[in-house]
């Protein structure tokens, strides 16, 4: 679904921040990009679909070959959740109907209409579907943001750090609407995330970065003390209960 | 129809059907105010004469006042200030900048250079005689028209150039032609420094902006090129609105940023550039217009944009009534009457502080 192979990349006359990254991951799981600040996970991220321009390496999703791209070809295949949206007067409706913005050409058709419809009714937002985003809290914004990526219909869903500032509550609620969309869908979501455990309840892969390196990549076994310590630099225990995974700083 | 039920829901119709009867509502104030600027003036023609003279019944008078004087008038206003309206929407959403207009990225400074360079080294203004004693005129309106056009698009090719040669953000853009129009302005005065009184005189009259030198001729070059700029903004309002969400955002919905923003910028300087060589400098129109709709349409370039250009229009027809009537007959100049209009909206603004989201 998602081949991202040598990615290098380097802020102008900095030193590279990705240095030779790869992914390959099928329909329908939840990848978690794990690492400290610095580390490369949002760059990484915005690489995958072109927001920032790789100096090197190839991607391709679901057979389209990224860098070869127009804008809108990539939308069609790949959806971004930013990690923080501007706000805007516009209502959650007309948010939501943007995301089909890949796919008209100067205005949204019925077929459009129908989607949108779709995603609010699926995030279960229509009894706010008129209200202005700018009056929405901070779960509310991220459900529409979702159903907005809902709507651009892609295989691939980019999240960067999508429960940031998010209380218990909606960061559960948030983390199990990508997982189930990933499974219901057979969409593959790559989500950046600094907590572990989140990222160990509702992730089925992981790739571990440290100074734009992979460290470690595969099951949620390459998240255990050892990887912790020389990713994250703190010493922490790795616990079962319940058949899942609990990290514990020590 | 069946069609036009599915959109949406109910709820979302009745919503969208609010902001086109609003736009209707301004449709219908626009017309009205052009109505108004007609028929009031030193020697008022009462509106029904007004409506059957442009239908071509009024007598020989009322003809040469309604058709000859007042109708190229109003309709300079109607264009330049929808034109202007919708500049400063767009300039507004793609710099993300509640502040930015054709004034602010140094267009409108540009112009006046422009015109400064024609009429004090050129020498296209002097003084002369008029029925209400000496009178200030711009004795080559072409070659002033020209060189403010020329020096509002030096403005724009140094930002499209600057953006070529480094990636500009919309920060650094208006930041860019914040300091563009200081330069400017900085080379006006200087000019009006080392000229004599009355070609400074010419070049202060020609900043004040006006309405009413402006012929057929000159009007339908406007037109054209509001029109075209109208057609295009249209086409652009989903990536309006996509980049409201910010700029990563925008390229994760497929929209090019750098091209719309590039573009975006050059077509509504040109516009402006049009639009403020032929009638001088007209202060915050572009600005005000967006700010007082936004509240009734909300963010959606859909009806914003439309919204900001028939408020820019009407704003201006009325501004251009109150210069004419004020202190009739002296015609007071139409810059000074919507900078009035505008400084309290400009405290408005930052006291409220909405914009700092």
């Known amino acids: ?167 218990l509550r909606n960061q559960h609620e948030v983390m199990r609407t990508v997982a189930n969309i990933a499974k219901e869908d057979g969409i593959t979501a790559v989500i950046v995330i600094h907590d572990l455990n989140l990222a160990l309840k509702y992730c089925d892969r992981f790739l571990m970065l440290r100074e734009g390196e992979a460290f470690c990549y595969g099951d949620s076994g390459v998240v255990n003390p050892e990887s912790i310590r020389a990713v994250y630099g703190v010493d922490a225990a790795v616990t079962e209960l319940n058949g899942e995974r609990f990290v514990m700083v020590l | 129809m069946k069609e036009q039920l599915q959109r949406g829901g109910q709820g979302y119709r009745s919503f969208i059907a609010g902001k086109r009867l609003f736009l209707v509502f301004l449709l219908a104030l626009t017309a009205l105010a052009f109505l108004l600027a007609i028929a009031l003036g030193s020697s008022s023609v009462p509106i029904n004469r007004v409506v059957s003279t442009l239908f071509g019944f009024g007598d020989a008078k009322e003809k040469v006042i309604v058709l000859n004087l007042r109708l190229p008038r109003a309709v300079t206003a109607i264009i330049a200030g929808f034109g202007l309206g919708i500049v400063g929407c767009v300039m507004q959403g793609i710099l993300r900048n509640p502040l930015a207009s054709a004034s602010t990225i140094g267009v409108s400074q540009g112009a006046a250079f422009g015109a400064a360079f024609a009429i004090i080294a050129l020498g296209g203004g002097l003084m002369s005689a008029g029925s209400s004693g000496m009178q200030l005129s711009v004795t080559s309106p072409a070659l002033t028209t020209l060189c403010a056009f020329a020096g509002s698009m030096l403005s724009t090719l140094f930002i499209v150039a600057l953006s070529r040669i480094r990636r500009v953000t919309a920060g650094t853009m208006i930041l860019a032609g914040v300091a563009l129009g200081s330069l400017f302005s900085a080379g006006t005065t200087l000019m009006e420094y080392f000229a004599d009184d009355v070609r400074v005189a010419a070049v202060v009259y020609w900043t004040f902006g006006d309405l009413g030198s402006t012929f057929w001729k000159d009007i339908s070059v406007m037109g054209a090129v509001v029109l075209a700029a109208s057609v295009y903004f249209a086409c652009n309002c989903w990536n309006y609105n996509a980049m409201q969400g910010g700029e990563d955002g925008a390229k994760g919905l497929g929209v090019n940023t750098r091209r719309v923003l590039i573009l975006g910028m050059v077509v509504g300087s040109l516009a402006a550039s049009v639009i403020v060589s032929y009638i001088g400098i007209i202060n915050f129109v572009g600005l005000i217009a967006p700010h007082l709709v936004r509240k009734f349409v909300g963010t959606d370039y859909r009806y914003l944009l439309p919204a900001s250009g028939l408020a820019g229009a009407m704003l201006l027809l009325f501004s251009d009534t109150a210069a004419r009537m004020i202190a009739a007959p002296i015609v007071l100049p139409i810059g000074a009457i919507t900078s009035v209009l505008g400084a309290p909206l400009f405290l408005w603004i930052i006291f409220k502080g909405r914009w700092k989201q």
């Open chain 1, 1 to 167: 679904m998602i081949q991202a192979e040598h990615i290098q990349f380097a802020y102008r006359g900095m030193e590279k921040v990705l240095k030779n990254l790869c992914l390959n991951e099928e329909a329908g799981h939840c990848i978690a990009f794990l690492g400290n600040n610095g580390a490369g996970k949002s760059t990484f991220l915005k690489c995958l679909n072109r927001i920032l321009e790789p100096q090197g390496g190839f991607i391709a999703v679901d057979g389209l070959e990224i860098k070869s791209s127009s804008r809108a070809q990539i939308a069609r295949k790949l959806a971004y959740v930013e990690q923080r949206t501007e706000m805007s007067r516009l209502t959650v409706y007309d948010t939501v109907l943007l995301g089909r913005k890949p796919h008209m050409r100067f205005a949204p058709a019925q077929r459009d209409y129908d989607i949108t419809d779709e995603a609010i009714a699926r995030m279960q937002l229509g009894a706010l579907k008129l209200r202005y985003i700018d009056e929405l809290s901070g779960g509310e914004l991220q459900k529409v943001i979702l159903a907005r990526a809902l709507a651009q219909q892609p295989k691939v869903l980019l999240l960067d750090e999508p429960t940031a500032s998010l209380d």
